[in-house]
């Protein structure tokens, strides 16, 4: 039966709902192993999916029931499993896991502990109710239309809530605010002298957010669906900077040509240039590591992220700019 969820229900932890009636592959076995292991347990009527772990318990990867019929009876487990593997963790919500089956359309997901080691699975069933045909398409969509409405119920608090968990976090923006006016104040005869610096000031700016946003949604992607674990950080953090060094270069580049074109001046023109690349860097860093603490500090990332992100790159990004600026003129 579904559970009628409220408000308080939708932030109970996924482990209390986690059914065991899971089949899992060991990733080194071939599919005829597998499936004549299959055979001699006694597996439940609602299985969707099968789990490739190692010998450890580890989730490796996700079999579904028609590629493991389908395939080679030579191949390995590991060669024919799915990945990368949506799972969600034992103290996330149900919230986020209404989340995950909404966006991704799965009907079962994966539930590891804080090593990644598969405890149970959590069922579509879970939240639909009469849902007896999960194959036919128009039965698919009702139940994740249902999924939708508990979510959006799970919402509905009242303005005084909402208020009391976003004030706080706008307070960093005032604060950064007041920050970047100490900054410009203490430059402001050098932006008399080169006029140019403060006229792209926004431009600059503007262009930190951007990307420190964009980064930020990724990384909140990878640590409320999935464990994060050091490495992943860095495997994330060195993506980012990567693609922020290109978003930076090539932004850089063209109000570079426009600085130069419009105002003749090519020293402030690779001032412009350098600021935009450092400040798109900052905000690629940032947009990974402050969604990560915040997270690890078990505060609402969604909330707390935008607010903390952008007046630290606003900061950092007027700070460099100006900075070096001063230093070269």
């Known amino acids: 039966m579904a559970l009628k969820l409220s408000s308080s229900l939708m932030n109970e932890k996924v482990k209390k709902f986690t059914t065991k009636e899971l089949a899992t592959l060991n990733h080194t076995h071939t599919v005829k192993q597998a499936i004549s292991l299959l055979r001699e347990k006694q597996l439940c009527e609602k299985i969707i999916y099968f789990y490739a772990v190692d010998d450890n318990g580890v989730l490796l990867g996700v079999v579904p029931v028609r590629k493991l019929l389908s395939c080679d ?17 034992e103290n996330a919500t149900l919230l986020q896991a209404s989340e995950l089956f909404l966006e991704h359309r799965y009907m079962a997901l994966p539930v590891v502990d804080d090593n990644n080691k598969l405890t149970g699975v959590i069922d579509i069933n879970l939240f639909t109710d009469g849902i007896n045909a999960l194959s036919k398409k128009q039965e698919l969509e009702k139940a994740f239309q249902f999924i939708g409405v508990h979510i959006a119920a799970s919402r509905k608090v009242s303005a005084w809530i909402r208020f009391k968990d976003r004030f706080p976090w706008l307070i960093c923006n005032m604060l950064s605010g007041l920050l970047c006016a100490v900054i410009v104040s203490r430059y402001q005869l050098m932006l008399k002298e080169v006029i140019t610096l403060a006229i792209f000031m926004t431009a600059i700016l503007a262009l930190s957010e951007s990307v420190s946003i964009q980064s930020m949604t990724i990384t909140l992607q990878h640590i409320i669906h999935s464990k994060l674990s050091f490495s992943r ?4 953090l060195r993506r980012e900077l990567t693609t922020a060094l290109l978003l930076g270069a090539s932004s850089g580049l063209v109000l570079f040509f426009i600085s130069f074109v419009w105002k003749h001046n090519l020293v402030a023109s690779v001032l412009i240039f350098t600021g935009v690349l450092l400040g798109i860097c900052t905000a690629g860093i940032f947009g990974v590591i402050i969604p990560t603490v915040i997270y690890s500090l078990k505060a609402d990332p969604k909330v707390a992220t935008g607010p903390i992100v952008l007046a630290l790159v606003d900061v950092v990004t007027l700070f460099l700019y100006f900075g070096i600026a001063s230093h070269i003129l």
């Open 73 to 89: 009876e030579t191949e390995k487990v590991s060669d024919i499993m799915d990945t990368p593997i949506f799972s969600i963790r």
């Open 233 to 236: 950080l860095l495997r994330l």
